[in-house]
Each structure stands twice: as structure tokens, then as C-alpha cells.
């Protein structure tokens, strides 16, 4: 059974940094396209960035709202992802989850995904 498990949320004053982890369990992903997404309270989950898996490069993309302070790698012999969030604002609070898909490429479609994680809490006090 593919497991996702995100950890490093917490709670963070703007301008300060948080680095989110998620580790797949279950089967490996390098050849897979992984993403993070988010859910504010009250608001539809968005993408927030994507990185392709091994057969596309290390592709890597963003939302706008965090490009240029987030930034999504990953490390194949860990089976894990990261995003590093620097100068986080108060909007970028929300649940942030971690997810898989079948494929390589990277989209920002979050019904593109297939295996989703059960998220972590970031909030960011002004």
C-alpha cells in the first residue's frame, strides 16, 4: 500500500523559513512526478509547485504566489520530497499536502495526481 507522509509544518513568523518534508513508503517514486499543494480554510486546494520525476529531468514548476520563495527538490535514494519555504507571508497558511502521480511530468492539475498524502499544517503569524 503507497503511503505519503508529510512532516515539518508549524507555526512561523512572516519572513521566516520552514522546510516541509514528504517520504513515500510502498513502492518508489523517482521515475514519478511529485507535487505539493495547499488548502486554506475556506478556499478550493491549489498547486504550489511540482518537480517531474527521473525519465523528465528534474523539472520544477510554480505557482505564482511562491515562486521565488519556495523551492521543491527531492532525493530518490530517501524516496522523499521537499519544499523549502522561504520569506513565508501570512497567506501562505493553509494545509499543505504532498502528492504522487503515475506519470513523469510535472502538472499542476491536482486530479493529475494519484497518491495524496494527509497533510501538514503551516501557519504564518504576521
Known amino acids: 500500500q503507497v503511503q505519503l507522509a508529510e512532516s515539518g509544518g508549524g507555526l512561523m513568523q512572516a519572513g521566516g523559513s520552514l522546510r516541509l518534508s514528504c517520504t513515500a513508503s510502498g513502492r518508489t517514486f523517482g521515475n514519478n512526478a511529485m507535487g505539493w499543494f495547499r488548502q486554506a480554510p475556506g478556499k478550493e486546494r491549489e498547486f504550489v509547485a511540482a518537480i517531474s520525476g527521473s525519465f523528465s529531468g528534474r523539472t520544477t514548476s510554480y505557482s505564482d504566489s511562491v515562486k521565488g520563495r519556495f523551492t521543491i527538490s527531492r532525493d530518490n535514494a530517501k524516496n522523499t520530497v521537499y519544499l523549502q519555504m522561504n520569506s513565508l507571508k501570512p497567506e501562505d497558511t493553509a494545509v499543505y499536502y504532498c502528492?504522487?502521480?503515475?506519470?513523469?511530468?510535472?502538472?499542476?492539475?491536482?486530479?493529475?495526481?494519484?497518491?495524496w498524502g494527509q497533510g501538514t499544517q503551516v501557519t504564518v503569524s504576521s
Open positions: 502528492a504522487a502521480r503515475g506519470g513523469s511530468f510535472p502538472y499542476t492539475d491536482s486530479e493529475k495526481y494519484d497518491y
